[in-house]
């Protein structure tokens, strides 16, 4: 007879003393089951003790998260957060430093624990952190000289103890005084610095200025983006990666009005440059979160461009139709005539001409070309920067363009207009970074003009494709379209320079393209026949139901889901499975990412199936409803679900990819009996569907198919004919 579901068989250590074997009823008080292991033990005053998770992470069993012991668990008993956190509260004020270094490294171990934490916090446990950090260290720095690595590990356990305990969201990141953010802020402005104590210098300074405007003008004024630029020219990534991440976070948080001055002291610091030889072209390799802070930064870089982007041209503002006059000028080298120079029909005549050559919509007036937003004034900036800086190129592409017949001329001026905007959309200026993505392009950091030089090279890239198809004004679209997947394509290769991919873009011509084109087509031949039709529905639903059991079978694998925290460097990790029987959904925290499946038994939490009302998706999820500056984006929203269960208990998640949020909003779908609806499910059809199609059309007359297969011949008697290719 199987044991009682409540009762939990477990070994429990004490120190100096033999393990005991106990059988624990869930149903009981956790103060009970304490009192009745420290009456096993012959000690007094159980309340001052607890249980904890005998492994690394030390974590105490409370009445929240005792439903985690499971059969075979190893528990410690052990004194009571409380009483830890006084002693070490104590302990850490110690006069003897090698006592404090102690404690200081204890408290940096337990603070991860958020039992403990609390139980520190309410003695003022941050307070006096604060304190140590703001005066405390001041004398023992005195000892640095002969004492240097002690200071540096005292220093280091004391941040890394503030860190621990800032991270459980507990206490409000406004409450730190101007004292304290000049002490963390000087850590990082030395030159000298050990490695620990500068990173996490670097972290808590970001997550000031990430959950706190006010502290993000305070960390603005003592920190200088000039203090920052040495930790990148070093080798360690880690330190990079942290420098990278607060001046990210110094941007984002920056007023609009203020972003473009930072941007100009960025360039005047050679941040690029430095990043681009000390970082991206460095001999390490670039990690997760080094991609994502680039990533990052491409994007808020490209962001500068909005305002431009969604400017309006004023047609009755003089300097801003003098830029026209300038495209004029340099196109047909002619000089502005002086207003007594022949009859205003006349010049108005000129005017119009040399305005059709250039390409605009209106003749008359090309201002009235740019009031579309997007792109607004950006488009006009690009052809500017394009007439300039590539003049040789504009003048023969205008001049090209204005001696074809008119029903073939490729306008320069509502090309670029639109490239523009295309180009914005590929780059997504304007919109927030994911919290999630990696894809930086290390094009973007060789040049200090990189959108505008990305956009020389692509439109000459559209007038070069125009002349290959041959087009004519009607086929503008169509030739915007095949612009789009030649550029989409040579961006997924990742070019490592703007030559590299102006080189690819060279190898993707018009016919390329039709050549790629096809190949997909016949890859995804479809048949429009009746009989064939009549087949395809037929076969529909047995696909559908394979794809189904394809969705339940890699819910019962699981996935690793990531906790999204306002401190992304130190990730925490959750786990999520069904059961074999599709009964109950398994899940628990992780202490890191795991190599392969999780097994149910160490997975603490269950959820019937049968007790899911429904699966939310996008805005309606209760966890994105939260504001937040990395959360509300759009692709975050496009990965994240929920399930409903009971009458108003969810269980969120955020899927690590597109890829793994179709398979459990599927899943979950298919559980519920209702219908997988996901862009995976709907190519997933199509490619199967095409397979069983192909199959079961081929011309199999008169070919005899055996019943069994065939038989494996014997091996060969020797292996002489084996070249071998060392």
């Given at each position: 007879m199987?044991?009682?579901v409540?009762?939990?068989?477990v070994a429990?250590e004490?120190?100096?003393?033999?393990?005991k074997?106990?059988?624990?009823?869930?149903?009981?008080p956790l103060s009970?089951?304490i009192?009745?292991v420290?009456?096993?033990?012959s000690?007094?005053n159980?309340?001052n003790?607890?249980l904890?998770?005998?492994?690394?992470?030390?974590?105490?069993?409370?009445?929240k998260?005792r439903n985690?012991?499971?059969?075979?668990?190893?528990?410690r008993?052990?004194?009571?957060?409380?009483?830890t956190?006084?002693?070490?509260?104590?302990?850490?004020?110690?006069s003897s430093?090698?006592?404090?270094?102690?404690?200081?490294?204890?408290?940096?171990n337990a603070?991860?624990d958020?039992?403990f934490?609390?139980?520190?916090?309410?003695?003022?446990g941050?307070?006096l952190?604060?304190?140590?950090v703001?005066?405390?260290?001041?004398?023992?720095?005195?000892l640095?000289?002969?004492?240097?690595?002690?200071?540096?590990?005292?220093?280091?356990?004391t941040?890394?103890?503030?860190v621990?305990?800032?991270?459980?969201?507990i206490?409000s990141?406004?409450t730190?005084?101007?004292?304290f953010?000049?002490?963390?802020a000087?850590?990082?402005?030395?030159?000298?610095?050990?490695?620990a104590v500068?990173?996490r210098?670097?972290?808590?300074?970001?997550?000031?200025?990430?959950?706190?405007?006010?502290l993000?003008h305070?960390?603005?004024?003592e920190?200088?983006?000039?203090?920052?630029i040495?930790?990148l020219?070093?080798?360690?990534q880690?330190i990079?990666t942290?420098?990278?991440?607060?001046?990210n976070?110094l941007?984002?948080?920056?007023?609009?009005?203020?972003r473009?001055e930072?941007a100009?002291i960025?360039?005047?610091?050679?941040?690029r440059?430095?990043?681009l030889?000390?970082?991206?072209?460095?001999t390490?390799?670039?990690?997760?979160?080094?991609?994502h802070?680039?990533?990052?930064?491409?994007?808020?870089t490209?962001?500068?461009?909005?305002?431009?982007?969604?400017t309006k041209?004023?047609?009755?503002?003089?300097?801003?139709?003098?830029?026209i006059?300038?495209?004029?000028?340099?196109?047909f080298?002619?000089?502005c005539?002086p207003n007594?120079?022949g009859?205003?029909?006349?010049?108005?005549?000129m005017?119009?001409?040399d305005?059709?050559?250039?390409?605009?919509?209106?003749?008359v007036?090309?201002a009235?070309?740019?009031?579309?937003?997007?792109p607004?004034?950006?488009a006009?900036d690009n052809?500017?920067?394009?007439?300039?800086?590539?003049?040789?190129?504009?003048?023969?592409i205008?001049?090209?363009?204005?001696s074809?017949?008119?029903?073939?001329e490729?306008?320069?001026?509502?090309s670029?207009?639109?490239l523009t905007?295309m180009?914005?959309?590929?780059?997504?200026?304007?919109?927030?970074?994911?919290e999630n993505?990696h894809d930086?392009?290390p094009?973007?950091?060789t040049h200090?003009?990189?959108?505008?030089?990305?956009f020389c090279?692509?439109?000459?890239?559209?007038?070069?494709?125009?002349?290959?198809?041959?087009?004519t004004s009607?086929d503008?679209?169509?030739?915007?379209?095949v612009?789009?997947?030649q550029?989409m394509r040579?961006?997924?290769?990742k070019?490592?320079s703007l030559?590299?991919?102006?080189?690819?873009l060279?190898?993707?011509s018009?016919?390329?393209i039709?050549k790629i084109?096809?190949?997909?087509r016949m890859?995804?031949?479809?048949?429009q026949?009746?009989?064939i039709?009549?087949?395809?529905?037929k076969?529909?639903?047995?696909?559908m139901?394979l794809?189904k059991q394809?969705?339940l079978?890699?819910?019962?694998?699981g996935?690793?889901?990531r906790?999204?925290s306002?401190?992304?460097?130190?990730d925490?990790?959750?786990?999520?499975?069904l059961?074999?029987?599709?009964?109950?959904?398994h899940y628990?925290?992780l202490e890191?990412?795991?190599?392969?499946?999780?097994?149910?038994?160490s997975?603490?939490?269950k959820?019937?199936?049968?007790?899911?009302?429904?699966?939310?998706?996008g805005k309606?999820?209760?966890?994105m409803?939260e504001?937040?500056?990395l959360?509300?984006n759009k692709?975050?929203?496009e990965?994240?679900?929920s399930?409903?269960?009971?009458?108003d208990?969810y269980?969120?998640?955020?899927a690590?990819d597109?890829?793994?949020?179709?398979?459990?909003t599927?899943?979950?779908?298919?559980l519920?009996g209702?219908?997988m609806?996901?862009d995976?499910?709907?190519s997933d059809?199509?490619?199967?569907?095409s397979?069983e199609?192909?199959?079961r059309l081929?011309?199999l007359?008169?070919?005899?198919?055996?019943?069994?297969?065939?038989?494996?011949?014997?091996e060969?008697?020797?292996?002489d004919?084996?070249?071998?290719?060392?």
């Open positions: 199987p044991p009682p409540d009762i939990v068989k429990i004490w120190p100096n003393a033999y393990p074997l106990m059988e624990i009823d869930q149903k009981k009970a089951i009192k009745e420290c009456e096993g033990w000690l007094g159980h309340e003790f607890a904890q998770i005998a492994d690394t992470t030390n974590f105490y069993i409370t009445e998260n985690d012991i499971k059969n075979g668990s190893i528990l008993l052990t004194t009571s957060p409380y009483q956190a006084v002693q070490l509260h104590e302990r850490i004020q110690s430093m090698d006592a404090k270094l102690e404690a200081l490294k204890d408290l940096a603070s991860r958020i039992t934490a609390q139980e520190f916090i309410n003695l003022d941050i307070s952190l604060t304190q140590m703001e005066s405390g260290t001041e004398r023992y720095q005195k640095q000289k002969i004492m240097k690595p002690c200071f540096g590990d005292l220093l280091s356990f941040l890394t103890a503030f621990e305990l800032m991270d459980h969201g206490v990141w406004d730190f005084s101007v004292a953010i000049k002490k963390i000087s850590y990082v402005n030395k030159s000298a610095m050990d490695t500068l990173q210098s670097l972290a808590i300074l970001e997550s000031m200025v990430l959950n706190s405007q006010d993000y305070k960390v603005a004024q920190i200088t983006i000039g203090q920052l040495p930790h020219q070093g080798t360690d880690d990079q942290y420098t990278i991440a607060v001046i976070a941007f984002l948080k920056a007023p609009e009005e203020k473009q930072m100009h960025l360039a005047q610091k050679q941040l440059s430095i990043i030889s000390n970082v991206i072209r460095s390490t390799p670039i990690n997760d979160e080094m991609a802070q680039l990533y990052v930064l491409q994007v808020l490209f962001n500068l461009l909005e305002d431009r982007m969604m041209m004023d047609p009755q503002d003089q300097a801003q139709r003098d830029i006059f300038e495209l004029r000028r340099i196109a080298d002619v000089e005539e007594n120079s009859s205003m029909e006349k010049r108005k005549s005017y119009t001409r305005y059709k050559k250039l390409g605009f919509i209106n003749h007036n090309p009235v070309d740019f009031t579309q937003i997007p607004g004034m950006l006009l052809m500017l920067y394009f007439a300039r800086h590539h003049q040789d190129a504009y003048v023969r205008v001049l090209e363009n204005s074809r017949e008119d029903k073939h490729c306008p320069f001026g509502r670029s207009i639109e905007k180009l914005c959309e590929i780059l997504k200026v304007g919109e927030l970074p994911s993505c930086f392009h094009m973007f950091f200090d003009r990189s959108f505008e030089e990305f090279i692509c439109i000459q890239l559209l007038n070069k494709t125009w002349k290959e198809m041959r087009a009607e503008f679209n169509k030739v915007m379209q612009v789009r997947e550029i040579a961006l997924t290769l070019p490592n030559d590299q991919f102006k080189s690819r060279q190898n993707l018009y016919t390329e039709l084109r096809q190949s997909e890859n995804q031949e479809d048949f026949s009746r009989p039709l009549e087949l395809r529905e076969i529909q639903p047995e696909i139901e794809i394809q969705r079978n890699r819910l019962c694998e996935t690793c889901f906790k999204i306002s401190r992304r460097r130190q925490k990790f959750w786990y999520c499975r059961s074999p029987n599709h009964k109950v959904l628990g925290d890191e990412s795991p190599q392969g499946e999780v097994p149910h038994d997975l603490q939490d959820l019937p199936v049968a007790d899911i009302k429904a699966v939310i998706t309606d999820c209760p966890h409803k504001k937040g500056a959360k509300q692709e975050v929203l990965l994240a679900f399930v409903l269960y009971e009458s208990e269980l969120n998640f955020i690590p597109k890829h793994e949020y179709c398979v459990w599927d899943g979950l779908n298919a519920l209702k219908e609806t996901s995976y499910t709907k059809m199509d490619t199967l569907l397979m199609m192909k199959l081929l011309d007359e008169n070919i005899q198919i055996p019943e069994a297969p065939p038989p494996i011949p014997k060969p008697s020797n292996y004919f084996v070249y071998d290719c060392n």
